[in-house]
């Protein structure tokens, strides 16, 4: 006998588990892609030699992402035709497609080719993928506040979003070192390019999974005719910079992904020339992931008794003391140094845990309050936006910390092979980056972010006033 589907006032499927995992699907299809991100840096320094002119280059397509991650978002709230499902599902099923090669393309293993073809390879390969990472990400990301209104069930999106977003890094983080690194911890360049071929075919099943399963709950669908005001995307600008929720969670984020994307370089480093073994790095990086999956199960209720805002800020404070703890190098005892280092990770982890299980809930309350303040929801623009300055410190700051390290001795073709006293470097630099995370991370959360428990419930009030 087939189960009887319980419906809610609205008709739709009521909220429940199927909701939470086919959209932390979504954000594992994403990281099958995004997670080799990391790979790129020692990619292009160690395997096919770039060096500095990586980091120029890496700032130079974020000139793309300048045009691509808004005009995207654009295109999107300005798309009023009729979808069989839903316009956000049909762009991500547009995205999902290309990201299969979009990846393999800025792993082109060619280390011998000219400096000029170099950058053609890089420059064409970072466009075409980005270009389809925003396609899937941007309206993926809008989709929360579309699944419910409902502040816990948003919670549970939120937090099985960041599950998503564990077991997509997990599989490049902790499988991949042991394939695409020799015996002498090099890189070996062209087992990156199958590799990526190989998780974006993975990441477009996931997508094709969460399309398939979910519902939409929250209508967006508006009447066009004479009176409708015409999309203005520099209105929407600066109604997004006058968003206080949206830009304090652009802040937090911004320094989260300065302190994942931006010492991943020197992380690896670190395990190459310091720690001497670079297969068990990815292993470490998933002990530090513990504390993320024990308190996942935990957010719902802890967003309903603490509020979100409230449990992020505390999480970006216990961020800022592991931070601190990283700076304790004992240079004499690689053992103990790395114990040092693991203890430290999983408390960084912890606060940085507490953050993204409620991060991408508080950019569902941000569209909210969007639509409180001006009177328009703007996902697409809002998020996308959002997307652009996280994808901004996505680029500068390994960019950036790039620099740093070469001042500070590391050289791309001595491959695992540097010299202890750059390693040591290597140590602090990523200790450096980790706190300048966590104190960005406070900032957003503490100082700008507006909407806590008592404000957001005021909200929520007054938006279902209106929608009655």
């Known amino acids: 006998m087939k189960k009887e589907i319980k419906l809610d006032a609205n008709g739709h499927p009521k909220f429940g588990i199927r909701d939470s995992i086919a959209y932390a699907l979504g954000d594992l299809g994403c990281n099958m892609s995004f997670a080799l991100k990391g790979t790129m840096s020692i990619f292009w ?4 030699g770039m060096d500095l002119w990586y980091a120029l280059l890496l700032i130079i397509v974020q000139v793309w992402d300048a045009i691509n991650d808004p005009l995207i978002g654009s295109i999107i709230d300005s798309d009023k035709r009729k979808y069989k499902r839903n316009k956000f599902l049909s762009y991500i099923w547009v995205g999902s497609i290309g990201l299969i090669i979009g990846g393999a393309c800025c792993f082109l293993p060619f280390p011998d080719a000219p400096t000029w073809a170099k950058f053609i390879i890089f420059i ?10 925003t396609i899937a990400n941007v309206p993926y990301g809008s989709l929360l506040s579309l699944i419910s209104n409902d502040v816990k069930d948003r919670a549970s999106l939120s937090a099985w979003r960041s599950i998503g977003s564990i077991f997509g890094n997990m599989l490049p983080m902790v499988i991949l070192p042991f394939i695409i690194y020799d015996k002498d911890n090099n890189l070996i360049g062209e087992r990156v390019f199958i590799a990526a071929l190989i998780m974006g075919v993975l990441g477009f099943i996931c997508f094709q999974i969460m399309i398939k399963n979910t519902t939409i709950r929250v209508a967006t669908d508006m009447a066009i005719d004479e009176e409708t005001p015409k999309f203005n995307v520099l209105k929407a600008f600066a109604n997004f910079t006058k968003n206080r929720p949206a830009v304090g969670a652009t802040i937090a984020a911004m320094g989260m992904f300065i302190g994942m994307q931006g010492a991943t370089t020197a992380v690896t480093v670190i395990f190459q ?9 990815g292993v470490v990086q998933l002990f530090a992931m513990i504390p993320i999956v024990v308190f996942t199960p935990l957010a719902r209720n802890a967003v309903a008794k603490y509020g979100k805002k409230e449990l992020a800020t505390f999480g970006s404070v216990v961020s800022i003391v592991a931070g601190l703890g990283l700076f304790i190098i004992t240079p004499e005892n690689t053992s103990l140094d790395l114990v040092i280092y693991i203890v430290c990770q999983l408390f960084f982890s912890l606060g940085l845990g507490i953050y993204s299980t409620v ?3 508080m950019m569902g309350d941000a569209i909210d309050y969007n639509e409180w303040k001006f009177g328009t929801r703007e996902e697409g623009t809002v998020y996308s936006l959002h997307s652009f300055f996280r994808k901004l410190a996505q680029g500068i700051g390994p960019s950036l910390i790039l620099v740093i390290m070469v001042a500070y001795g590391y050289v791309g073709k001595n491959e695992g092979n540097q010299l202890w006293e750059v390693a ?10 980790f706190l300048t995370s966590a104190v960005l991370q406070f900032v957003g959360l503490a100082l700008v972010y507006n909407l806590d428990k008592k404000t957001l419930a005021e909200m929520n009030k007054e938006l279902g006033r209106i929608k009655e």
Not at 124 to 133: H, N, R
């Open 45 to 48: 320094t160690q395997f096919m």
């Open 424 to 433: 040591i470097n290597m140590r602090y630099i990523v200790a450096a980056t």
């Open 359 to 361: 991060s991408w809930a």
């Open 124 to 133: 064409a390969g970072y466009v075409v993928w980005d270009a389809f990472y």
């Open 273 to 281: 020339s310091y720690f001497k073994n670079v297969q068990i790095s």
